[in-house]
Each structure stands twice: as structure tokens, then as C-alpha cells.
């Protein structure tokens, strides 16, 4: 669903928040998590956190007009050739990049072109005057309750989006949440019944995650998102419905590229595992993230503390092999 406000200064006016002429605008950027999939609104349709946040900012409530271009199944490279552009002609005052999780569940995944896409976009909005906001999103292996062979590979892809979206954000003094840190993404009750997006409760607890996020920065904020639900959350009995219905094809119309190739890789899991050797494969991925960031330029990025160091050295039948720095994590 996508909500625009008939208060919203023409776009290209030039004035990042919409100047004088109409109320500041938030733009979210990204895929079906802000799209608003798992708050579903009568009539059809996703509300969603970013329509929750958008509510309760500013000093005066609809001070800020939401403009939604997020799009289910987006990628990185999809927010930054498509969504962008639209974003910087409505001269937003707030503008959300939370994008990710659709890429590390493609077989041609390639954390450098994430990390390309993700500095593109901050970078330009930042230019513009936009206050960005962005989050680390926890792994979907978890979240599906893959067997490990299949969630550790899925793990280290999300690590390394996690680990370029904060550095990044970092670079250009964004507003970043470390979402998969908070304990509620544990909390069944806080996703909806296909485990990979947020229900009504989940959405709400993220904009008040992000409400506090820019209080802490001191920008202008109201009341925060209310935790009241609308609607029922999610029961045992529809989560297993849906699964059995709608979400096996669901899935699979996420992943139908992936998996070949991730049975490939929970193969060579099983296989480092037996030797003892995993460490090589995370040392890969870390290998692939480090080239990434520098390829953006490193020298001018900051050291992401949260992620552990890897080896000064990748073995070379790792780091070499096909597919090492796409496929390993």
C-alpha cells in the first residue's frame, strides 16, 4: 500500500522536507518489511511501521506526510535504480533504507553490489539534507527455523549486509537501529504467521524503536506509536494454516533461485563441519564484506565494533573458490 499525503509540495521543488509550501515528508524506501506485510488494514492493504512512525512525527500530529515507495520483494539494487529517484523528487525531511533481506535469499548474491546500492542511495539522500534512517535486520534462517546446514549460510549473508548497512550509515551519520539485537525479534508473538515479517504488534514495536531513535538525536518527535492492537494477533492455528496453504508457495516464490544453490552450500557446510574447519567459511564471508567496504572506501569508513575481527589471511582454496565471495555467506 502506498500513502501519500494531498498536502505534499510538488515534486522537484528542490527543498529538502518540502520547504514552507506543505508539511515535511518521511519517503520509505525498501522491500515488503516496510511495505507493511503482517499489519493488514480493513478493506486490504498494509498499514505498517512506517505509518505508524510517520503519525507520531513531528512536534503536532500529521505534521509529516508518509510517502511509501517500499515494494515487496525489492533488493538493494531495486531501492537504489527505481526508488530512489522517485525519493529525492519529493525533497523528503525523513527517508528509511531498510533493505537486505531479499538479497541474501538469491543464489546471486553479492554483498559488494548490496554494500554499492546501500552507499549510492545514503549517500545522496544524506546529500539532500534527509535525516536516513536504518536497521540491521535479524537472519531469515532463524526466523524460518531452517535446520543449521541451511541457517548458517543464510546467517552470514545477513551478517554481512548488517555489518555494510552500519558502517555505512555510520559514513554518512544516519539514524541507525540495531533491530536484530532488540529481544522482541525473538518473541513469536511479535511476527506474523509467516515468520519473515513483523504482525501488527512487531510493526509497532519497531516504530517505537525508531521514534526513540531520533529522540535520542533530538529532532522534534510526538507521542510514541502507540502498542495498542487493532486488529487479533496471529494464532497457532492460523500460523499453521497459512504455512500449509500460502506460505510453502510463498517461499518458494522468494527463493526458487536460492535454492540449488543453497543446498550447495549447507552440502560444503555439513562437510567443513565434519572437518572442523567452519571457521574458514566465515572467515571468507568476512573476507568478501572487508573487499566490499573498501571498494567504497575504506579508509574513510568506520570500523564496525560489533563485528568481530576475521583472520589477516583467507585460506586461498576459500577465498579463490567459485563463488567464494558471492555464495559463502
Not at 500500500?1 to 529538502?16: I, K, L, Q, R
Not at 518527535?221 to 486488529?231: E, K, N, S
Amino acid at each position: 500500500m502506498t500513502m501519500a499525503s494531498e498536502g505534499a509540495a510538488a515534486p522537484g521543488s528542490g527543498v529538502a522536507g518540502g520547504g514552507a509550501a506543505g508539511p515535511y515528508r518521511f519517503v520509505a524506501l525498501g522491500d515488503s518489511l516496510t511495505e507493511g506485510l503482517g499489519d493488514p488494514v480493513r478493506g486490504g492493504g498494509w498499514r505498517g511501521w512506517a505509518a505508524l512512525l510517520a503519525d507520531a512525527l513531528g512536534e503536532t500530529p500529521g505534521s509529516v506526510a508518509l510517502v511509501n515507495l517500499a515494494r515487496s520483494g525489492a533488493l538493494a539494487a531495486d531501492v537504489a535504480e527505481r526508488q530512489l529517484p522517485a525519493a529525492r523528487e519529493l525533497a523528503p525531511r525523513y527517508v528509511s533504507l531498510v533493505v537486505g533481506a531479499n538479497d541474501t535469499l538469491r543464489d546471486a548474491f553479492a554483498i559488494e553490489r548490496v554494500a554499492a546500492a546501500l552507499d549510492l542511495a545514503h549517500g545522496a539522500l544524506s546529500a539532500d539534507g534527509a535525516v536516513v534512517l536504518t536497521a540491521c535486520l535479524p537472519d531469515p534462517g532463524r526466523m524460518l527455523g531452517l535446520p543449521a546446514p541451511l541457517a548458517r549460510p543464510l546467517a552470514r549473508r545477513m551478517r554481512a549486509v548488517n555489518t555494510v548497512v552500519h558502517a555505512v550509515s555510520a559514513r554518512y551519520g544516519g539514524v541507525h537501529l540495531h533491530l536484530a539485537d532488540h529481544p522482541w525479534t525473538t518473541d513469536r508473538g511479535s511476527w506474523s504467521v509467516d515468520r519473515l515479517h513483523p504482525s501488527e504488534r512487531g510493526h509497532r514495536l519497531l516504530a517505537r524503536a525508531f521514534h526513540a531513535a531520533l529522540a535520542d538525536t533530538g529532532l522534534p518527535v510526538g507521542r510514541p506509536p502507540a502498542l495498542t492492537l487493532d486488529g487479533r494477533p496471529p494464532s497457532r492455528a492460523a500460523s499453521a494454516l497459512w504455512m500449509a496453504t500460502k506460505g510453502t508457495r510463498w517461499v518458494a516464490a522468494r527463493c526458487t533461485d536460492l535454492l540449488p544453490g543453497l543446498l550447495a552450500l549447507a552440502v560444503k557446510e555439513c562437510r567443513h563441519g565434519l572437518a572442523g574447519t567452519g571457521r574458514l567459511l566465515d572467515a571468507a564471508a568476512d573476507h568478501a564484506t572487508r573487499g566490499a567496504l573498501t571498494a567504497l572506501g575504506a579508509d574513510r569508513l568506520p570500523k564496525d565494533p560489533a563485528t568481530p575481527p576475521a583472520a589477516d589471511r583467507v585460506p586461498e582454496d576459500v577465498a579463490t573458490a567459485p563463488g567464494a565471495a558471492t555464495m559463502t555467506g
